[in-house]
C-alpha cells in the first residue's frame, strides 16, 4: 500500500483537529462557530481523504466514532477504583446529622463542599492513556462494570483524543479516569418517544431508562441514533497531575475539554448549601435534564481521605434528595402477589395517574401491619408518590373526602395462588405461603435465577416462564437445562430458531462466576453484594455449603441473620437436591480466587496497606486478608486492626499512629500468613 504523500497527511491531521475542535464547541461548549453545511463539508472532505488513503485512518478519527460491528455481548471490567454510591439525606434533619458527622471525622476542623446536581442518569468511566479514549465502561456494581467503548465513542460531546492544544498544558499526564453521567435531556426523551411509537414501537418510561438502554445497545449504531449527552463529576485514578481539591478535579476536566456538571458551588457553612439546594430544588423542571436532588463532596481530598469510605459509599459526600413527586388517585382495589420466597404483598390497583411523568397503576402496600397503620381502604382517596422518583407508594389517605362506602382489608389467610396455610412468622410482619411446590413461588424462583444480576438467561422472561411451568416442562430452575429444541418449539410464539436461541443461552449460563450462581439460587436475604461477599470469603460452593453458621458468623459483613438463613437453606435437602440437579444438567458453579479451609485466622480483623509493596501487589495482599476472613480497608480508623506500612508510607502511617493503630511491616504480614 502506498503511503499518502505528505501534504494530503497534514491536510487530513488539519482535518480531524478542526472537526473536534468544532465537535467540543458544539457539544460541550454549545457555542457553534460554524455552520452545519461548512461541518459538513469539512467531514465529508476527511471521509473522502480516508477512503482514497486507508493508511490515514485513526482509532481517534471523528469517522471513526460510529462504525464497529455489533457485539455477541458486553465483556466485563474491573474498576481500578471503585465506582462507589451515596448515602442520601432526605430531609433538613438528616443532612444536618451528616454535616455535623462530618465535622466530628475531621476533629472540628472547617471545611467546604462542593455542590451540584444530582443527575438521574447511568454513570461511567472513561479511561484515557496519553490523551487517548482507551476504555469506556458502565459502574455495574461499583467493582465490576461493562465494557461499553464503542457505545460512548459515539456521544460526541466525548473527546476521543484530548487535543494538543488542551492536552499539552499537562504534558506529564498519562492516565486519566474521569467519571460521569450519561443522560438524555427530556425534550430530546420526547422526541425519542415520539419517534419509536410512531414506528410502532415501545416507548421508554422516562429518561433515565431511555439513556440505559440506548447505551447498553449491542449496536453501536442504534446507541449513535440516541440524543445521549453526558456530563463529567469526577475522577478516579489519575497519573502524572497532583490534585489538592474536589474543585481542582473539575477544572481539570474542563480544561481537558470535558463537560462537567453545572451548575455548581462553593459552600462554607450549612446555610449556603441549603440555599443551594432550595435554588436547584425551584429550577428543577426548568432544567434540561431530569435531577432528583443535590450531591455535596467535601472540596480537600486530604480531609476526604481521613474521612474515608464505608464498604459501598463514601463518608465524605452526600445526595441531598429533594421530596419526590406526589399525586392524588383512587385505590380500586387491593390485590395480592405472592413472591418467589413466598411472601404474601398486598398491591393496590389505582386509578391511572401521572406522577412525575411516569403513569402510575399499582402501588405496593407493603404488608398488612403498613395497610392498618395507614388506614387505607378499597375506594379510598390517596397520595401515592414515586419514591426515590422510581417506586411507586401509598403516602397517605385523604380521609375527608370519604364517603361511608369504603371497604376495610385484611390479608388472605389462604395462599391465593395454590390455597396453602399462610403463616407470619413471630416477630415478622410478612406473612408467606408454605408450600415449597406454589407455582407463584416456582415462577418467582426461575425469573429471578434467570435475571441478568443471577444467571442472566437472554429471552427467558415473565411470558415464557408462564408458559414451561404452566405446562409442567419445568417446576424447578433446574429443569430449564434437561429441555429439549422439540419441547421448547411446540410452546406458543416458539419458532424453532427461538428455541435454539434459548438453548444457546442457557448453555452460556452454566459457566457463570461463583458469585453469581450463588445469587441465583434465591437465598433469603442474599442479594449481589452477600453473594460477591461469599464467594470470595469461600472460594467453592461445597466449602459454603459445608460450613457451619458460627464460620458464616465471623465472615466479614455476614450477621447472625444472614448466617442462619444461608444455613437453613444450605442445610435444606431439598435445596441440596437442587443445586446437585443443577450440576447435572451443566452448571459449573467455577470456583473463585483460592479460598483457604479451616479456620479464619483473620476473622473480625481490620487492615490497611499503605506505601509501596515489594512482596505482593496491594490487590493480592487485600485479597488474602479477605480469604482468611478479614476485611481490607481503604482508610485508618479507631477500628482498623493492623496497618501494614511498606515504603514511603504516607498520610495513612500518620494516622495510624495518631489513633494508635498498630502498625506492622510487610515481613511482619508475611509470617502471619504461616508457612
Not at 435554588?279 to 431530569?290: G, K, T, Y
Not at 479456620?599 to 485479597?623: C, D, S
Request: charged share 30%; glycine share 8%.
Amino acid at each position: 500500500m502506498k503511503n499518502a504523500p505528505s501534504d494530503i497527511r497534514r491536510e487530513a491531521e488539519r482535518l480531524r483537529s478542526e472537526i473536534e475542535h468544532h465537535n467540543y464547541c458544539y457539544y460541550v461548549l454549545d457555542k457553534p462557530e460554524i455552520g452545519d453545511a461548512d461541518y459538513d463539508r469539512l467531514f465529508d472532505r476527511l471521509v473522502e481523504l480516508e477512503k482514497q488513503h486507508p493508511e490515514l485512518v485513526t482509532p481517534d478519527s471523528p469517522t471513526q466514532r460510529v462504525g464497529a460491528k455489533p457485539l455477541e455481548e458486553f465483556t466485563a471490567v474491573r474498576h481500578s477504583l471503585p465506582m462507589l454510591s451515596l448515602d442520601k439525606a432526605t430531609s433538613d434533619a438528616e443532612l444536618a446529622e451528616w454535616w455535623k458527622r462530618t465535622a466530628d471525622g475531621l476533629g472540628g476542623e472547617q471545611f467546604a463542599v462542593v455542590a451540584e446536581p444530582k443527575l438521574d442518569g447511568l454513570a461511567v468511566e472513561l479511561v484515557y492513556e496519553d490523551g487517548r479514549l482507551v476504555l469506556g465502561a458502565t459502574r455495574g456494581d461499583g467493582e465490576t462494570g461493562e465494557d461499553v467503548t464503542q457505545n460512548l465513542r459515539t456521544i460526541r460531546s466525548i473527546p476521543l483524543q484530548l487535543t494538543s492544544r488542551r492536552f499539552q498544558t499537562f504534558g506529564r499526564l498519562r492516565r486519566i479516569e474521569a467519571r460521569g453521567e450519561v443522560y438524555m435531556e427530556k425534550a430530546k426523551f420526547a422526541e425519542l418517544n415520539r419517534r419509536l411509537e410512531d414506528a410502532g414501537e415501545e416507548p421508554f418510561a422516562n429518561p433515565r431508562n431511555a439513556a440505559a438502554g440506548s447505551l447498553r445497545q449491542l449496536d453501536p449504531r442504534i446507541t449513535a441514533s440516541r440524543p445521549l449527552q453526558i456530563l463529567l463529576y469526577g475522577v478516579g485514578i489519575v497519573e502524572g497531575v497532583r490534585l489538592t481539591t474536589y474543585s481542582e478535579e473539575l477544572q481539570l476536566l474542563e480544561d481537558l475539554g470535558f463537560r462537567v456538571v453545572q451548575p455548581r458551588r462553593l459552600c462554607r457553612s450549612i446555610e449556603e448549601t441549603a440555599a443551594f439546594w432550595n435554588e436547584m430544588n425551584a429550577a428543577r423542571e426548568s432544567l434540561p435534564f431530569e435531577m432528583d436532588g443535590v450531591v455535596l463532596k467535601v472540596d480537600r481530598l486530604d480531609q476526604q481521605e481521613r474521612l474515608g469510605v464505608r464498604s459501598r459509599s463514601p463518608r465524605y459526600s452526600v445526595a441531598w434528595k429533594f421530596a419526590p413527586r406526589q399525586a392524588t388517585t383512587v385505590v380500586r382495589d387491593i390485590e395480592v402477589q405472592v413472591g418467589r420466597t413466598g411472601a404474601l404483598t398486598p398491591v393496590a390497583r389505582l386509578e391511572p395517574v401521572q406522577v412525575g411523568g411516569v403513569e402510575i397503576s399499582n402501588a405496593t402496600l407493603h404488608n398488612q401491619d403498613e395497610i392498618d397503620r395507614k388506614d387505607i381502604r378499597v375506594g379510598d382517596t390517596v397520595v401515592v408518590q414515586r419514591a426515590g422518583d422510581v417506586i411507586p407508594e401509598v403516602v397517605s389517605v385523604v380521609a375527608e373526602r370519604r364517603t361511608g362506602r369504603e371497604r376495610k382489608f385484611t390479608m388472605p389467610a389462604n395462599c391465593p395462588v395454590c390455597g396453602a396455610r399462610a403463616e407470619r412468622p413471630e416477630g415478622e410482619v410478612v406473612a408467606r405461603c408454605i408450600n415449597f411446590a406454589c407455582p407463584a413461588q416456582v415462577k418467582g424462583r426461575i425469573e429471578h435465577f434467570a435475571c441478568r444480576g443471577a444467571m442472566d438467561i437472554e429471552g427467558l422472561g415473565e411470558k415464557l416462564v408462564n408458559q414451561l411451568v404452566e405446562t409442567g416442562l419445568v417446576r424447578s430452575p433446574a429443569d430449564l437445562y434437561f429441555l429439549t429444541k422439540d419441547q421448547l418449539a411446540g410452546l406458543e410464539r416458539m419458532a424453532e430458531k427461538s428455541a435454539q436461541n434459548l438453548l444457546d443461552a442457557l448453555e452460556a449460563s452454566k459457566s457463570r462466576p461463583l458469585a453469581r450462581c450463588i445469587f441465583a439460587l434465591g437465598i433469603r436475604h442474599v442479594g449481589e453484594h452477600v453473594a460477591d461477599v461469599l464467594a470470595e470469603a469461600f472460594g467453592s460452593l461445597d466449602a459454603l455449603i459445608e460450613a457451619d453458621e458460627a464460620r458464616l458468623g465471623a465472615t466479614y459483613e455476614i450477621g447472625p441473620t444472614l448466617a442462619r438463613s444461608i444455613r437453613e437453606f444450605l442445610a435444606n435437602s431439598e435445596n441440596r437436591a437442587a443445586i446437585e440437579r443443577l450440576r447435572q444438567g451443566g452448571v459449573q458453579f467455577p470456583e473463585c480466587g483460592r479460598a483457604v479451609s479451616g479456620p479464619l485466622p483473620f476473622a473480625g480483623k481490620t487492615f490497611v496497606f499503605t506505601g509501596a509493596l515489594t512482596q505482593f501487589t496491594r490487590e493480592q495482599a487485600e485479597a488474602i486478608v479477605k480469604e482468611r476472613g478479614g476485611r481490607a480497608a481503604s482508610s485508618v480508623s479507631k477500628k482498623t486492626d493492623f496497618v501494614v506500612a511498606g515504603e514511603a508510607a504516607g498520610s495513612k502511617l500518620a494516622k495510624a499512629r495518631e489513633l494508635g493503630v498498630k502498625v506492622i511491616t510487610e515481613d511482619d504480614f508475611r509470617a502471619m500468613l504461616g508457612p
